[in-house]
């Protein structure tokens, strides 16, 4: 998340229109349709602990190469390589999430989401004040040494593969899995709600701080306090999303979210960008509210999502999540290209509201989640 306040910048010093941006953003999405593809079988094969790891250090060598590009063609395939380790490291977390829910049998998925969430806003933030000191490729390379040195104590301490019930496999559960039959219809319709949820997360992300700076006039920085409103609200709604998950239940909780998020968001969109060229900070603020309340909705939705792939029987969890990852996580990185190319046919703001619809579709899809009766 470290260039998102830099997006902007980065479009421009490459000479970008918003479709140009969405095809190079597309570099990243091939990554992490690859890397969901192996991430799940090594998992199972080899035990989270040691793919978490290897995808550390694919997604800092992709960051770091991110801020050695000069040209398009560099920055795809630094895309590329850091889409493909995110995706790995990903895999990898989640599947730690679900081994320690089991043992402490208790509800933690949300709250770990709510540390990514915690490390988005930071990165986010320090990025739009170090705007004007530092340049974007410096900030890239300097933020994925940080990041390196970070990830190693952290991955450390996580769950050996004997602990994490995946390293040479369980004879229970399924480590191969047929990309479309029957026993995969399950995942296939969670990781539709997955996709229906990252997708508009990973337009927010990409997209906000250039609505901002083109289409409302915000200087460079200010135009990251959009990202980092939606990543506030996040925050707040992953920690609360445990409680909420296990009082009114997954189904409830998403569909409320969808409703909420979308319509607010959209609405705000609405109003915001015209109202930009006469009143811009009432258009701001009101643009910051519906960044907000899709923070908000979207919170418990993907810690909802990936907890029911991982208790589909008979498929073990880090291969349930990286099927439902390639439906649903590459959505985060698709979203961006996508708005992008819609965006170059119409406007951005009108390219918006196919997140926004997209919402909407989540709080239907809830309805594959178990409700608060059927969850133990």
Not at 44 to 53: V, Y
Not at 158 to 182: I, M, R
Not at 187 to 200: Q, T
Request: charged residues 10%; positive net charge.
């Amino acid at each position: 998340m470290a260039w998102v306040p830099r997006i902007p910048e980065i479009k421009q010093q490459l000479g970008l229109s918003d479709g140009g941006l969405g095809f190079v953003l597309l570099g990243s999405t091939c990554g992490a349709l690859i890397g969901s593809q192996v991430a799940g079988r090594l998992t199972h094969t080899f035990g989270s602990q040691r793919i978490a790891g290897t995808g550390a250090a694919i997604m800092s060598t992709g960051l770091f190469a991110m801020g050695c590009a000069h040209q398009i063609l560099q920055l795809f395939l630094a895309l590329f390589v850091m889409g493909f380790g995110y995706v790995m490291l990903d895999v990898t977390v989640n599947t730690q999430a679900v081994a320690v829910e089991k043992i402490l049998n208790k509800r933690w998925m949300s709250s770990f989401h709510g540390m990514w969430s915690v490390g988005a806003f930071i990165t986010t933030v320090t990025g739009g004040l170090v705007a004007h000191l530092i340049s974007p490729q410096s900030e890239l390379k300097f933020v994925a040494a940080i990041a390196l040195l970070l990830y190693a104590p952290g991955i450390y301490f996580l769950l050996g593969g004997e602990q994490d019930g995946h390293k040479g496999g369980d004879e229970n559960s399924v480590g191969k899995l047929a990309f479309f039959d029957k026993s995969s219809l399950p995942l296939w319709a969670i990781g539709l709600g997955l996709l229906g949820c990252l997708l508009p997360e990973g337009a927010a992300s990409d997209w906000g701080g250039v609505l901002l700076h083109d289409h409302m006039g915000v200087g460079k920085g200010a135009d990251a306090i959009a990202f980092a409103t939606f990543a506030l609200a996040m925050i707040t709604s992953r920690f609360l999303g445990d409680h909420w998950l296990a009082k009114y239940g997954p189904r409830k909780t998403v569909r409320t979210g969808g409703l909420f998020g979308g319509l607010t968001w959209g609405l705000a969109i609405a109003i915001a960008v015209p109202l930009s060229a006469h009143a811009k900070i009432p258009a701001v603020i009101i643009i910051c509210v519906g960044f907000a309340a899709a923070g908000l909705g979207i919170g418990p939705m993907v810690p909802a999502f990936m907890n029911a792939a991982a208790q589909v029987p008979g498929i073990a969890p880090s291969v349930a999540l990286a099927r439902i990852n390639i439906i649903g996580l590459s959505a985060f990185f698709i979203g961006p290209t996508l708005t992008g190319g819609v965006s170059q046919l119409t406007s951005l703001p009108f390219a918006l509201y196919i997140s926004v619809s997209l919402f909407l579709f989540t709080g239907f899809q809830s309805r594959v989640l178990p409700s608060a009766s059927q969850v133990l």
